[in-house]
């Protein structure tokens, strides 16, 4: 077989389902009694607002905050501290976080109990924090968990030799003119690289904006997003309300490309300003003391993951707890002895991440190998795919693909689904380490009468055991993420761990959603120390 059908072959297999999906799910939305039914719900101009909303807000919180860090922080040691603190960050699912922080910011949470003492509350206060209807819970989650997907990018990108290179001789260049490093940034460097983020941004944007695992935690309830309005509906028995669920997922679709060209508009506009401001500046700005408030951030940010993880673990052995104590009165285990019962759905977890990472990574490096690096950039839009369509969208029509193949409810069609989910996750973790490796040494080996394949088994696997680890475990973590894919193909025959744990959030078991989430933190968290170990063994062996 040549690489050119190899290539057409591989192009075939991953985006012919997914674009399959998207006019599976417009056909399932397009009726006119759907968009009737839509325009006539009260509920449908407030939930559209809240999802804008809370989507703008929070991609755009996200966006600054790692931009401020990247300008304060890169090159320092902090720079290269929190390069190593991204992996367990990006490891903690989205939904064991958004149960930790619900922990902590409920009325009868740890805050109000830290606080319980100096005010003088013997009861919870009052207020409205988780499900509160301005989705402020649920915008402080989505930053929380953004930033570091957008810093992993931005890493991703300086990890490139040319642009690591071009870097340095550009902040190089503008030193010499009198400028310091942070003025180099923001008048040279983000104009420039900004734009090589917009997929990521993109991705953030349509992730706010569709979802409905973390709004099932942490709200908003009522009224709820418009993403909740179009998942309670694909839901019912109704087919008039499925097919009001699906024109609403269409209609979110249609929000998301409005945003994203009022954003490109907006941004050309701001992008002429600020070369327009950045000419009258002053030469400098004073360097120390943001970089010791980026420090204080980044610390505070790896600090907020620890401490879900420890409220999670205290909640999950928690027996009687009342308010205002910072520890439980009585410890049990009851709720490990129910997650016990449930074992089966971690095996089915574990089992389900690891053939979908596998064949995902399968994919990804069949197409580097036989696809020139040119093509990359050609590629980019449909490898990206699941990234910046709704989910809510493209689950519907997976699940639509999935019922004409008669893969619904199978292990089959949730290994196939899972697997389409995780291909953009490895092919970003991998692709710059791969296209990095030195071609040359192939050239010497094909030199001396070695095949490829000998090349590949002896000399490039090996070098680059570590990056492939890191995908395959960046891999395994979004598949035991994965929520909507699961419940939709799965159609509630397969319990996993997410699935059973954001069952157990929405309804209130606390201890026993803290135990499943606890579990959903471990997986991927396991999968990363096996990364790491194994990257720390190649380079010993290579030594």
Same mark, same amino acid.
């Given at each position: 077989?040549?690489?050119?059908?190899?290539?057409?072959?591989?192009?075939?297999?991953?985006?012919?389902?997914?674009?399959?999906?998207?006019?599976?799910?417009?056909?399932?939305?397009?009726?006119?009694?759907?968009?009737?039914?839509?325009?006539?719900?009260?509920? *449908?101009?407030?939930?559209?607002?809240?999802?804008?909303?809370?989507?703008?807000?929070?991609?755009?919180?996200?966006?600054?905050?790692?931009?401020?860090?990247?300008?304060?922080?890169?090159?320092?040691?902090?720079?290269?501290?929190?390069?190593?603190?991204?992996?367990?960050?990006?490891?903690?699912?989205?939904?064991?976080?958004?149960?930790? +922080?619900?922990?902590? *910011?409920?009325?009868?949470?740890?805050?109000?109990?830290?606080?319980?003492?100096?005010?003088?509350?013997?009861?919870?206060?009052?207020?409205?924090?988780?499900?509160?209807?301005?989705?402020?819970?649920?915008?402080?989650?989505?930053?929380?968990?953004?930033?570091?997907?957008?810093?992993?990018?931005?890493?991703?990108?300086?990890?490139?030799?040319?642009?690591?290179?071009a870097l340095q001789r550009e902040i190089a260049v503008v030193r010499s003119l009198g400028y310091g490093a942070r003025a180099a940034w923001w008048r040279v460097l983000w104009p420039q690289w900004l734009p090589r983020l917009a997929l990521p941004l993109l991705a953030v944007l349509a992730y706010s904006l569709t979802v409905v695992d973390l709004a099932l935690i942490i709200g908003p309830a009522s009224p709820p997003t418009l993403a909740m309005l179009a998942w309670q509906w694909l839901l019912e028995a109704d087919p008039a309300r499925n097919a009001q669920g699906a024109a609403a997922t269409l209609l979110l679709a249609g929000v998301l490309a409005l945003l994203c060209g009022l954003l490109a508009v907006l941004g050309r506009g701001l992008g002429e300003w600020w070369r327009a401001q950045v000419?009258?500046?002053?030469?400098?700005?004073?360097?120390?003391?943001?970089?010791?408030?980026?420090?204080?951030?980044?610390?505070?940010?790896?600090?907020?993951?620890?401490?879900?993880?420890?409220? +999670?673990?205290?909640?999950?052995?928690?027996?009687?707890?009342?308010?205002?104590?910072?520890?439980?009165?009585?410890?049990?285990?009851?709720?490990?002895?129910?997650?016990?019962?449930?074992?089966?759905?971690?095996?089915?977890?574990?089992?389900?991440?690891?053939?979908?990472?596998?064949?995902?990574?399968?994919?990804?490096?069949?197409?580097?190998?036989?696809?020139?690096?040119?093509?990359?950039?050609?590629?980019?839009?449909?490898?990206?795919?699941?990234?910046?369509?709704?989910?809510?969208?493209?689950?519907?029509?997976?699940?639509?693909?999935?019922?004409?193949?008669?893969?619904?409810?199978?292990?089959?069609?949730?290994?196939?689904?899972?697997?389409?989910?995780?291909? =953009?996750?490895?092919?970003?973790?991998?692709?710059?380490?791969?296209?990095?490796?030195?071609?040359?040494?192939?050239?010497?080996?094909?030199?001396?009468?070695?095949?490829?394949?000998?090349?590949?088994?002896?000399?490039?696997?090996?070098?680059?055991?570590?990056?492939?680890?890191?995908?395959?475990?960046?891999?395994?973590?979004?598949?035991?993420?994965?929520?909507?894919?699961?419940?939709?193909?799965?159609?509630?025959?397969?319990?996993?761990?997410?699935?059973?744990?954001?069952?157990?959030?929405?309804?209130?078991?606390?201890?026993?959603?803290?135990?499943?989430?606890?579990?959903?933190?471990?997986? =991927?968290?396991?999968?990363?120390?096996?990364?790491?170990?194994?990257?720390?063994?190649?380079?010993?062996?290579?030594?």
């Amino acid at each position: 077989m040549t690489r050119m059908a190899l290539r057409a072959i591989l192009a075939m297999a991953y985006a012919l389902p997914l674009l399959a999906a998207l006019l599976l799910a417009a056909s399932a939305g397009l009726g006119p009694e759907a968009w009737r039914a839509l325009a006539a719900d009260a509920q *449908v101009p407030h939930a559209l607002a809240s999802s804008v909303w809370v989507a703008l807000a929070s991609s755009a919180l996200a966006l600054l905050i790692t931009l401020w860090l990247t300008t304060a922080l890169h090159g320092s040691a902090a720079w290269q501290r929190l390069a190593r603190g991204l992996g367990p960050m990006l490891a903690l699912p989205h939904a064991a976080f958004a149960i930790g +922080i619900g922990l902590l *910011v409920m009325p009868s949470g740890l805050v109000a109990r830290l606080l319980a003492p100096v005010v003088g509350w013997a009861s919870p206060p009052d207020w409205v924090t988780v499900n509160d209807p301005w989705g402020l819970s649920l915008i402080f989650v989505l930053v929380a968990k953004e930033v570091p997907f957008l810093l992993w990018n931005v890493f991703a990108l300086f990890a490139r030799p040319e642009v690591a290179i071009a870097l340095q001789r550009e902040i190089a260049v503008v030193r010499s003119l009198g400028y310091g490093a942070r003025a180099a940034w923001w008048r040279v460097l983000w104009p420039q690289w900004l734009p090589r983020l917009a997929l990521p941004l993109l991705a953030v944007l349509a992730y706010s904006l569709t979802v409905v695992d973390l709004a099932l935690i942490i709200g908003p309830a009522s009224p709820p997003t418009l993403a909740m309005l179009a998942w309670q509906w694909l839901l019912e028995a109704d087919p008039a309300r499925n097919a009001q669920g699906a024109a609403a997922t269409l209609l979110l679709a249609g929000v998301l490309a409005l945003l994203c060209g009022l954003l490109a508009v907006l941004g050309r506009g701001l992008g002429e300003w600020w070369r327009a401001q950045v000419r009258k500046g002053a030469r400098d700005v004073p360097r120390r003391a943001g970089h010791r408030l980026a420090v204080l951030a980044a610390q505070c940010l790896g600090g907020l993951y620890a401490l879900v993880l420890v409220l +999670i673990a205290a909640m999950s052995v928690a027996g009687v707890w009342t308010f205002p104590s910072l520890l439980p009165q009585v410890w049990s285990d009851a709720a490990w002895r129910s997650v016990a019962t449930a074992i089966g759905s971690v095996g089915f977890t574990a089992g389900l991440a690891v053939a979908a990472s596998a064949s995902a990574l399968l994919l990804v490096v069949t197409w580097l190998e036989v696809a020139p690096e040119g093509w990359d950039r050609r590629a980019a839009p449909f490898v990206m795919l699941p990234l910046v369509v709704p989910g809510l969208l493209l689950a519907v029509g997976l699940y639509q693909a999935a019922l004409g193949l008669g893969l619904d409810g199978t292990r089959l069609g949730l290994w196939w689904v899972h697997t389409l989910v995780v291909v =953009p996750y490895v092919w970003v973790a991998l692709a710059p380490a791969w296209r990095s490796f030195d071609v040359r040494l192939e050239w010497t080996a094909l030199a001396l009468g070695r095949s490829r394949f000998a090349f590949w088994w002896r000399v490039k696997w090996p070098l680059l055991l570590a990056p492939l680890a890191a995908a395959a475990a960046v891999g395994f973590a979004v598949s035991v993420a994965q929520y909507l894919p699961t419940q939709f193909i799965g159609a509630g025959r397969h319990a996993t761990v997410t699935t059973e744990a954001v069952t157990l959030a929405s309804g209130g078991q606390r201890t026993l959603a803290s135990a499943f989430a606890l579990l959903q933190a471990l997986l =991927p968290l396991l999968g990363f120390g096996a990364a790491h170990a194994l990257a720390g063994w190649q380079r010993r062996r290579l030594r």
